[in-house]
């Protein structure tokens, strides 16, 4: 079946402007992961659902970041009022459950904010 | 918190040659999912091979195999007749139960022809 997809490829945006970056997972998969990738950097956790529960913030660097997720499946990553350091590769998973099923990875999208 | 570590930044390897990629880890747990994922140009992160750490036995997967030494939290891949479409970025990376992966910084490879 089709794998994980995200939307834009890439975005460049200005200082200040809020984006929305969308993930669809796998059919199926009641898990979703965000990541970001930051130049020459590894993958940071951002936040993660699973299926109904409150999702795990944790991950997030700051209150202009937030995340949802409608009806179970395509989620949406808002970043507001974008700074430089918010320049990276965003990354979105699913898996099958939370536990200790493969994460299955989209294409990402590049964000640069200028 | 648990941590993943990539000692080698960049490695090379010549066609058709072997060569291994180092990853270490730290975790108190003992039971726990291990991954290489692998990252070529295009941004997509594949999935090489997972490990169970309550398993002894290595995974393989055609020309992918680890090495797992969980006493020394240990887990190199090796990659054997290594081809022009090896070369990427490769995360080892660390996962226990309802949490979220914990990825080593990366190594790039690169295979000369």
């Known amino acids: 079946g089709a794998g994980v997809s995200q939307s834009p490829s890439n975005k460049v945006t200005e200082k200040g402007k809020d984006v929305e970056l969308r993930c669809d997972p796998i059919?199926?998969?009641?898990?979703l992961y965000w990541y970001r990738q930051s130049l020459g950097q590894g993958l940071e956790f951002l936040i993660y659902?699973?299926?109904?529960?409150?999702?795990?913030k944790s991950g997030l660097p700051s209150d202009r970041f937030s995340a949802e997720r409608t009806g179970g499946s395509v989620s949406t990553l808002t970043i507001q009022r974008t700074q430089q350091e918010d320049s990276a590769v965003y990354l979105c998973?699913?898996?099958?459950?939370?536990?200790?099923?493969?994460?299955?990875f989209g294409p990402g999208t590049r964000l640069t904010v200028l | 918190a648990q941590t993943v570590t990539q000692s080698q930044p960049e490695m090379s390897v010549q066609e058709a040659e072997t060569v291994t990629l180092s990853c270490t880890y730290d975790?108190?747990?003992?039971?726990?999912?291990l991954f290489w994922y692998k990252q070529p140009p295009s941004r997509q992160m594949i999935l090489v091979i997972r490990?169970?750490?309550?398993?002894?036995q290595n995974a393989t997967e055609n020309r992918f195999s680890v090495n797992f030494q969980k006493a020394a939290k240990s887990f190199s891949l090796k990659i054997s007749d290594s081809q022009l479409g090896d070369a990427a970025m490769y995360f080892c990376?660390?996962?226990?139960?309802?949490?979220?992966?914990?990825f080593g910084k990366g190594t790039r490879l690169s295979v000369i022809a």
């Open positions: 998973a699913s898996s099958l459950l939370a536990g200790m099923d493969t994460q299955y």
């Open positions: 490990q169970e750490a309550y398993k002894q």
């Open positions: 990376a660390y996962k226990k139960g309802n949490t979220p992966l914990v």
């Open positions: 975790t108190s747990e003992s039971d726990y999912y």
């Open positions: 059919s199926g998969h009641t898990a």
């Open positions: 659902f699973q299926g109904n529960s409150a999702p795990d």
